[in-house]
């Protein structure tokens, strides 16, 4: 699903919004899920996938990474 919604932005184009053809959107995700109680809180699957958003932009954009 990540993967869908990354080309599908990535093929959009704002040229019918008046911008040159050069604009490009792209879009990191972070992304965690629950596997066997891992996190206690809802709070702390949050900060999971919080925390993969945010190595996803360190590693470049365009990117998309799992919270282990």
Do not use: H, P, W
Request: charge should be negative; charged fraction near 25%.
């Amino acid at each position: 699903m990540a993967e869908y919604i990354q080309l599908e932005i990535n093929s959009l184009k704002y040229t019918d919004l008046g911008l040159d053809e050069r604009v490009t959107v792209s879009v990191s995700q972070g992304i965690a899920a629950e596997v066997d109680g891992q996190f206690r809180t809802g709070t702390a699957l949050l900060c999971a996938a919080d925390t993969a958003l945010y190595r996803a932009k360190a590693d470049g954009r365009n990117r998309i990474n799992l919270s282990c």
